[in-house]
């Protein structure tokens, strides 16, 4: 049986791809990728729910909390691979163009 994954592994990763706001775009980042057929989104309230608390303050259970789904996890360390080697080319290409940059005026 997988572990479930923990709600601030998922929100570090969906940071990490959406930035800040990045609870609605999630779940436009998952449809795709959905083990039941690519869709364009899941439904938009799944995020909210998958970071909800399971308790409440007084030890009831939150009917909102909705467990995170094990495809999720997979899915989001292939995304998070991919974005990485997208940086790691940026990063490559700002250096260079810095050097231009600051070479910019050396030949007047």
Do not use: Y
């Given at each position: 049986m997988a572990l479930p994954l923990?709600?601030?592994?998922?929100?570090?990763?969906a940071r990490l791809l959406l930035g800040e706001e990045f609870k609605r775009p999630l779940a436009r980042l998952l449809g795709p990728h959905h083990?039941?057929?690519?869709?364009?989104?899941l439904d938009p309230r799944l995020p909210f729910r998958w970071l909800a608390p399971e308790r409440l303050p007084n030890g009831d259970?939150?009917?909102?909390?909705?467990?995170?789904p094990p495809w999720v996890a997979p899915v989001l360390g292939r995304l998070l691979a991919e974005r990485a080697e997208e940086l790691e080319g940026?990063?490559?290409?700002?250096?260079?163009?810095?050097?231009?940059?600051?070479?910019?005026n050396e030949g007047e």
């Open positions: 923990h709600p601030d592994a998922l929100e570090f990763a083990p039941d057929g690519s869709r364009a989104t259970r939150n009917p909102a909390w909705r467990p995170i940026q990063a490559g290409m700002a250096r260079r163009h810095s050097a231009v940059l600051l070479n910019w």
